[in-house]
């Protein structure tokens, strides 16, 4: 079973940068997808970003241009670039990773992280 690490939150002004970092431990057969989702107070959780070798990147449309996803197979770890941060970015940053082709097709969520706090704020 994959275990997610995340770290890179905290609070920052509006048109600041942040990176999150979320990290794989255990055991891993593969990370076919990986992704960030948000959840604002009060609100469903959301996507915000996902990659895969396969099909590459996807984003929200609400941050694409300025939030970018990457990974690192060798590290096992993903990041989210976060520039440009407005106040409705302000959520709980969740690291998501989905192992197989399989589980992709059929929309099984996959292993979460625990969350990063992300608040945009004067």
């Known amino acids: 079973q994959v275990q997610l690490v995340e770290s890179g939150g905290g609070l920052v002004q509006p048109g600041g940068s942040l990176r999150l970092s979320c990290v794989a431990s255990?055991?891993?057969?593969?990370?076919?997808?990986m992704g960030w989702y948000r959840q604002a107070s009060g609100k469903q959780r959301e996507l915000v970003a996902t990659i895969t070798s396969v099909y590459g990147t996807n984003y929200a449309d609400s941050v694409r241009g300025r939030f970018t996803i990457s990974k690192d197979n060798a590290k096992d770890a993903m990041y989210l670039q976060m520039n440009s941060l407005k106040p409705e970015d302000t959520a709980v940053y969740y690291c998501?990773?989905?192992?197989?082709?399989?589980?992709?097709?059929?929309?099984?969520?996959?292993?979460w992280g625990q969350g990063t706090q992300v608040t945009v704020s004067s």
């Open positions: 998501n990773a989905v192992e197989t082709y399989n589980d992709y097709r059929y929309g099984r969520p996959g292993a």
């Open positions: 255990g055991s891993i057969r593969s990370l076919f997808l």
